[in-house]
């Protein structure tokens, strides 16, 4: 196993989070054990951040300790992920408006003690900021029109550390070429913070980039 950041590992083509509840899989990942350690398999085409990542991310900002707060967490299959790296020291706040993944991903929190189900509309961030606590990296995954109106209500309210937005180009403009899209939102984003990278996710997830910001 080649370590690619704190958490993140690599063999072949593939890569992996240690497993925080050795032998339970959150969505039919594989398991691997390698020196007494029991790891999951990260799969690129259902997380976007592990198609980041093996695009060639340079800025990965999940640590051990960190706490996050996750838009649009889904049953949370990366969120899992994010849960394994932070460890029972960080804590994932998983915001979703959507009753039917929420109801796996509660199930999954309570597998998993590092991880906090919000139902709520991250349009809105006034209903759950009294739950919010010291959140020091802000990742979104929402594909709607006003994804990036989104990202920054939250940015400003929650003022993390650093942010990380997955666009999905034909969620903000079906008509428009998706780099005309990404140009546009990265000067968008670019007028209220630092963009440390822009990495395109194709073939991993067409038409999306991720967005780190400082
Ligand atoms: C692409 S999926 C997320 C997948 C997930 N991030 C993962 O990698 O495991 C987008 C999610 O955003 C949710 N969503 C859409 N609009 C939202 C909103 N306004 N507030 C909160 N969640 C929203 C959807 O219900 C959906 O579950």
């Known amino acids: ?17 240690k497993n925080l509840m050795p032998g339970r899989k959150v969505y039919n990942e594989r398991l691997l ?28 900002l999940i640590k051990e300790g960190e706490r996050i707060l996750y838009l649009g967490v889904a049953s949370g299959t990366t ?29 999954l929190c309570q597998e998993r003690k590092n991880m906090l189900p919000v139902l709520a509309d991250a349009n809105k961030p006034e209903m759950y900021e009294a739950i919010i606590e010291d959140a020091n990296v802000l990742y979104q995954d929402i594909a709607q ?14 003022e993390p550390q650093h ?3 997955m666009v999905k180009a034909r969620s903000i403009d079906i008509s428009m070429k998706p780099n005309r899209v990404f140009e546009r939102v990265k000067k968008e984003i670019g007028k ?12 991993y ?6 967005i780190v910001v400082e």
Request: net charge positive; charged share 25%.
């Open 1 to 17: 196993m080649k370590k690619l950041f704190e958490g993140v590992y690599k063999e072949g083509n593939r890569i992996f989070t």
């Open 33 to 60: 054990k390698k020196g007494g350690v029991e790891y999951r398999s990260w799969n690129p085409y259902r997380s976007k951040m592990a198609a980041a990542i093996l695009k060639g991310l340079k800025n990965f």
């Open 79 to 107: 969120a899992s992920h994010f849960s394994d790296i932070i460890g029972n020291g960080g804590i994932i706040y998983g915001i979703e408006i959507s009753f039917k993944p929420m109801k796996n991903f509660i199930k």
């Open 145 to 158: 029109k006003n994804q990036v109106e989104i990202f920054l209500k939250n940015m400003n309210k929650f």
């Open 163 to 165: 942010g990380i937005i």
């Open 192 to 203: 209220h913070f630092e963009i440390k990278e822009a990495i395109k996710l194709a073939p």
């Open 205 to 210: 997830a067409k038409d999306h980039i991720a």
